[in-house]
Each structure stands twice: as structure tokens, then as C-alpha cells.
């Protein structure tokens, strides 16, 4: 377990996995299929930058704004571009206009459309998309021969009325959906550099040739750790979500008394935000908390092309209790 093993991954962990997929996600994986329907990853990014360099060097992928940066990044590292698509100050969409800038994009000479990058729950926002969002995706991916990735990465966070529904298992999206997930959040071992990959064959099969080629393989002995720890807890997940509910419960009610104005994203990773109404600009009020309280956060700005969440600003919460209650003191000393 200390030696190279398959670029796929360890035996073990797929088993587990598929385990995990079929009860979270109601997908059956055959972990024996030929070819590939499940992989194991270096990380999420390890899946996505397989993904690039599989179906989008010269082509683009479409991300709702705001949005995770490296889904832009690791397309312009390995020769593909990423565009936006604007969501509203709701964090809404109209599925017209989603159609009317996948078509704007996808018969260009130029970098045209591959791919529409689905992130939900979102990063940076949280937010988690309505079963109407994810059939107006769907359709419009069927309607114009688009591949779907599927970034579920925060699928154990989601505490709000939307259920998380993994855009794979919607009518006619099997065929044309790559969903990527990783360990690294949930399990706390985001130096372990372990994710996963999964749908059909003859789409994840290219992804692992350029694993292969990039990677050899993932860490052999933090898999089999994995594999053992991975579903022998049943209410492992549920716990998960409860304690981080927790904590977005506490430090949204701390923080919504100091004038941040609090989305309702249904999900409890990260909180978005709109700062304090004396503030318009989040970069220059991050600066001013990090120099007077010690504390910052991320600007919103960081996630868009657009000047539209410039007053916004993503906090992870993501730490013990004791800091988030220090943290929360310090902004209170500056803020109230």
C-alpha cells in the first residue's frame, strides 16, 4: 500500500464510494464496468483539471457568477476559457437567458461552448439550486449537446427546503454529466488530496488516461485509510451537516446584529453576505477588519467579472466553535 497503484484508484475506496454514491445520491455504480465509471482523484481540482484537459483545451465552459474561482483557473491553465453567466441579485436565473448565452457562445470560432459547470451547493455563495434551476440546465444542455460538470462538493452541507438532487440523475443527463466530489471538506484531510469522479464510461475514461499522464496515481496508503473509516459511521454525514447548522445559526444571528445583511442560501459551509450598509466596498472594509479586529473575509469581488457582489463577501466557518466565538468578539469591538 506504499507502491504505485492504478491511476483509477484503490479497489477498496471505489467500493466505498460507490457505497456512498447509491446512498446519498440513489446512483447505482458498477466498480466493475469497463469501461470506468468511477474514479478516484487527486482532490476535486485533480478531477477538474482532468476534465480540462480531456473536453475543454480550446473550448469554454459556462459558470454562473459568482463563482468559484479555480473553475476558471484551471480551464486558463490548460488551454480552455472560462465565461460567466450573471445570476441576479437573488442568486436567481431565467432559463431563456441561459439559453440565450449558451447560444451566444457556442457557435463561435473562438473558444466555443463545451460545457456548463453546475456548483451546488455553491462556492462562494452557498447557494443550493431548486429542482426548476437544475431541469432548466438540463434542457438546455440536451438542447444544445452540452456536457454538464458537476461540482457537488459541498452535497453534505445543505440544511435549507431545497434538497441537494445531483443533476446526473434528471432524465437524459446520465449520458452527459461528469459529477466531481471530494473528501478534503467533509472528511477535514484537505491535504490528503483524495476526490472522485463519476458517470459514464466513455466519459470518465478519458479523464483517467490524463490522470494517468499527470498524476500516476492518488496517495495509496491515505486511500486505504480512507476506505476503511469512509461508510462505517451511518450518521456520520447527518452529524456533519447538524454541527455545521450550528455553527451557521450561531454566527449568522452574531453577525446580522452587527448590519450584515445574511443570504439564505440553504446550505452551511460558507455565509454570503452583504456588509454593513455604512460600507459599500467589501475589499476596503476587509482591509480595515483585518488591521483593527485581526479578522477577515473573503470580498465578493474575488468571484465575479462583474462589479455586482462588490458589497458582498464570503465567510467560511469552517472552524471550532471557540474561534468563530473569538472572531465574532473582535467584530463586535470594531463593529457595534
Not at 473553475?71 to 442568486?91: C, M, P, V, Y
Request: proline content about 4%; some cysteine; charged content about 25%.
Amino acid at each position: 500500500q506504499n507502491h504505485y497503484g492504478g491511476s483509477e484508484g484503490d479497489a477498496s475506496l471505489r467500493r466505498a464510494v460507490a457505497e456512498k454514491i447509491k446512498k446519498y445520491n440513489g446512483i447505482d455504480i458498477d466498480v466493475d464496468a469497463k469501461p470506468l465509471e468511477l474514479m478516484i482523484t487527486n482532490g476535486g481540482t485533480g478531477a477538474l483539471i482532468g476534465i480540462t484537459q480531456s473536453y475543454l483545451r480550446g473550448k469554454s465552459a459556462l459558470v454562473f457568477e459568482p463563482y468559484y474561482p479555480y473553475h476558471r483557473r484551471i480551464l486558463e491553465e490548460f488551454g480552455g476559457k472560462t465565461e460567466s453567466f450573471a445570476l441576479d441579485q437573488t442568486l436567481s436565473f431565467e432559463k431563456d437567458a441561459l439559453r440565450s448565452r449558451c447560444k451566444e457562445l457556442i457557435g463561435r470560432a473562438e473558444y466555443p461552448l463545451r460545457a456548463i459547470i453546475v456548483c451546488s451547493p455553491a462556492n462562494p455563495s452557498g447557494k443550493v439550486m431548486t429542482q426548476t434551476e437544475l431541469e432548466a440546465v438540463a434542457e438546455v444542455a440536451q438542447e444544445l449537446d452540452l456536457l454538464v460538470i458537476s461540482d457537488e462538493v459541498y452535497e453534505h452541507y445543505v440544511t435549507g427546503e431545497h434538497q441537494h438532487t445531483p443533476i446526473a440523475t434528471l432524465p437524459g443527463m446520465w449520458e452527459r454529466t461528469i459529477t466531481v466530489n471530494s473528501f478534503s471538506k467533509s472528511w477535514n484531510i484537505s491535504g490528503w488530496r483524495l476526490g472522485y469522479a463519476f458517470g459514464k464510461g466513455e466519459l470518465i475514461t478519458p479523464i483517467n488516461n490524463a490522470a494517468n499522464v499527470i498524476y500516476v496515481c492518488p496517495a495509496t496508503p491515505l486511500q486505504a485509510a480512507l476506505s476503511r473509516v469512509l461508510m462505517a459511521d451511518g450518521d456520520y454525514y447527518p452529524k456533519l451537516r447538524d454541527k455545521f447548522d450550528s455553527k451557521r445559526r450561531f454566527f449568522s444571528e452574531g453577525i446580522t446584529s452587527l448590519g450584515f445583511d445574511i443570504y439564505n442560501s440553504g446550505s452551511a459551509f460558507y455565509i454570503w453576505a452583504r456588509i454593513p450598509s455604512d460600507f459599500s466596498d467589501a475589499l476596503t472594509f476587509n482591509e480595515m477588519l483585518m488591521e483593527k479586529a485581526g479578522v477577515g473575509m473573503t470580498p465578493g469581488s474575488a468571484f465575479a467579472d462583474t462589479d455586482d457582489w462588490d458589497s458582498h463577501v464570503r465567510i467560511c466557518i469552517a472552524r471550532e466553535d471557540s474561534v468563530l466565538e473569538g472572531a465574532l468578539e473582535k467584530l463586535r469591538s470594531v463593529l457595534a
